[in-house]
């Protein structure tokens, strides 16, 4: 299996089973005042029963690449500036309200971030999972309200539960019952906004472990949004790392976890906490995300890169370290460069 | 919930106390009496002070209050002074007519103003947006009896084609005074609906229901609207309790005969046996109004209808 890529330039070499094609994407805010460049060509590409983890800060421009999929970004002040979706093969970027209505939620689901809010409140849950099978599936009233008592049966509710209203619900259950929403008409493509980080602890493992679950027994693709990169080990098999709009590492979930070769991906791993050597100081990433509304020239991340060289202000270039492992750093153009990295946060240069 | 009814309708006790305190008041710092409009030319002082005595007005106001009280008490709210009539029968003949008005009003004012509203709140700050706000203004700002004046104006005295009063045509008689009586409801209810829709337009949930594939027709007019109710059905509530209390002014400006135009004729004629009664029995119309409001609040969201049952709940725990 082959998994890019990053950036416009990589070669297509593999089209089959690929579910979900991002080329270029390009969105902006455009407010009065100024304009959020919230993605800036981001290219990614989803396989049949592929999990892919995409991993950032706050303000990456996370959601942005997932709603651009549903075409749902929020219009005014988002503009979607160029670059093509592919669900399936069709642009949904191209697409009329009729036919986006048609894949939304058949082909394509997405897991919505807080669940508090990401329910009607003066609906039955049952009603507001039975409407996606509704319409999609030309079944009868009463069959639809039958699936949607399985189908919180499967995300493990009590089917009698179904004629109760959101507020009735704990957060946890209301994330199951939005799972139960996403996946109502077995969806190819599963994106999950950071399905978990609006959840206790204890119920973050379940509700994964849940999608997990499901995932496998549907053979969806999941595109799971996250900043937690324990979430990302435990479920992806591919991580795409994102900064400022673009993806600055992509690979498989073993390469980008053992030999990280961006030095925010290395920054991100030495910020967590490691249990083995608890007397040392957590090592962030010195700075903040640039300015949404006036990135740098060149590299975004350059200004808090330990590496950074005079070259990073003018440019970045995608490096391939074999396979499917790239990174966006333009410091790989010397031949002998390497970020050093070791687990266990020893002492960087 | 029907104990949350029963208290309601206790509510009404002191409301009807205060009301009626207040038109005897009035009616008593008004000057003349029914006997004034009864008098004729040749009535001699002691026919007149006869007349007085039938009516008890020699005696204090509130020795008078007290014996109407009374016969309240009995569910009896006396005849009319001047046409001998009971004033439960009068009002009953004259309250279809105002029921009829104010519903025909309400239908008027809600198929109109909530689609604006909705199409307002969807272009905000477009030309229809700024449109539908001016014509809301408008429609507030504007007085209801010059509006009803050039309405007749228009349609009955210019164009003739719709009767310039009175309820004798049916259906085309009521045209005019429905639409004038509807006009101000719709300036406030597009507003309501206006502001409201602006504020669920960009829940989460919306997001949800899109993201399933629902039509946006569906997503709107179901999703949004039926989170946007309640501050809309408000609206409309005082707007109907208004109209059904008596539209006092369209009914006399449309020669209408409901109850408005009843109340004015009480008090013009000194009939404070009439006069009295139609107030109470308006307020206590006003206040069945809003508690019907108030109720339906409970069918349009399952979270207040959930506080009624919790709050039965704890009320048997601690009984």
């Known amino acids: ?349 | 919930m029907l104990r949350y009814i029963i208290r309601r309708l206790i509510w009404l006790i002191p409301v009807i106390i205060v009301v009626s305190l207040i038109v005897f008041v009035l009616m008593e710092l008004a000057p003349g009496t029914v006997v004034d409009a009864m008098m004729v030319e040749d009535m001699t002082p002691e026919q007149k002070a006869e007349l007085l005595a039938k009516y008890n007005l020699d005696k204090p106001m509130i020795y008078r209050y007290g014996l109407y009280m009374l016969n309240l008490l009995k569910g009896d709210l006396g005849t009319s002074q001047i046409t001998q009539v009971n004033v439960w029968e009068t009002f009953l003949t004259r309250l279809p007519n105002t029921v009829v008005l104010a519903f025909s009003s309400l239908i008027i004012g809600a198929a109109v103003s909530i689609p604006l509203g909705i199409l307002a709140s969807r272009h905000a700050g477009s030309l229809l947006d700024n449109s539908v706000t001016v014509f809301s203004l408008f429609g507030m700002s504007m007085p209801i009896f010059w509006l009803g004046l050039l309405l007749l104006l228009l349609f009955s005295y210019k164009f003739g084609w719709l009767p310039g009063g009175g309820n004798r045509e049916g259906i085309r008689s009521i045209i005019l005074p429905a639409v004038c009586g509807s006009l101000g409801m719709i300036a406030n209810t597009a507003r309501q609906t206006r502001s409201n829709m602006l504020e669920v337009l960009h829940a989460d949930f919306l997001r949800t229901a899109r993201a399933k594939g629902v039509p946006e027709s569906v997503v709107i007019w179901k999703h949004a609207l039926g989170n946007a109710w309640i501050p809309i059905l408000t609206t409309i509530g005082i707007g109907l309790s208004a109209q059904l209390a008596g539209s006092v002014v369209i009914e006399t400006v449309f020669a209408w005969p409901g109850i408005g135009r009843l109340a004015v004729e009480a008090v013009t004629q000194r009939d404070a046996t009439l006069a009295t009664g139609v107030i109470i029995l308006t307020s206590i119309m006003y206040v069945l109004v809003q508690l019907v409001v108030d109720l339906l609040y409970a069918f349009v969201d399952p979270r207040i209808k959930a506080q009624y049952t919790k709050y039965a709940k704890r009320r048997k725990r601690s009984t």
């Open chain 1, 1 to 349: 299996m082959e998994n890019e890529i990053i950036g416009s330039s990589s070669a297509i070499k593999d089209d089959t089973d690929v579910v979900l094609d991002i080329r270029d994407l390009v969105v902006h805010y455009e407010l009065e005042q100024e304009t959020v460049e919230a993605v800036n060509g981001v290219s990614l590409r989803l396989k049949k029963g592929q999990t892919l983890g995409l991993v950032g800060e706050t303000g990456a421009g996370k959601t942005s690449t997932c709603l651009s999929v549903l075409n749902l970004v929020q219009t005014p002040p988002g503009v979607i500036k160029s670059g093509t979706v592919k669900v399936c093969g069709q642009n949904v970027l191209e697409m009329t309200s009729k036919q986006l209505e048609k894949i939304r939620g058949k082909d394509v689901s997405m897991i919505f971030q807080d669940p508090m809010t990401a329910l009607n409140p003066v609906m039955t849950v049952g009603d507001q999972i039975a409407e996606s099978i509704k319409y999609h599936e030309g079944l009868s009233d009463k069959e639809c309200i039958q699936k949607a008592i399985d189908m919180l049966e499967l995300v493990g509710i009590q089917g009698v539960r179904s004629v109760e209203y959101p507020h009735q619900f704990s957060g946890g259950m209301k994330q199951r019952v939005v799972i139960a929403i996403a996946l109502a008409c077995s969806p190819k493509i599963l994106l999950a906004d950071e399905p978990t980080s609006a959840l206790d602890v204890t119920i973050q493992a379940q509700v994964l472990d849940m999608i997990q679950d499901l995932r496998e027994k549907m053979g969806m693709a999941l595109l799971l949004v996250t900043h937690d990169l324990g979430v990302v080990a435990k479920i992806c098999d591919t991580v795409a790392i994102m900064y400022a709009g673009k993806i600055v590492e992509y690979g498989t979930l073993e390469e980008v976890f053992n030999t990280p070769k961006h030095p925010y991906t290395k920054g991100l791993f030495n910020s967590l906490p490691n249990i083995r050597h608890r007397e040392e100081k957590l090592k962030p990433i010195p700075g903040l995300m640039p300015d949404p509304t006036a990135l740098p020239e060149g590299c975004a991340f350059a200004p808090r890169c330990a590496y950074a060289a005079q070259a990073c202000g003018r440019k970045f270039g995608i490096h391939s370290f074999g396979g499917t492992h790239t990174a966006l750093c333009a410091r790989y153009e010397e031949p002998d460069f390497d970020i050093d990295f070791a687990r266990g946060g020893e002492s960087n240069g």
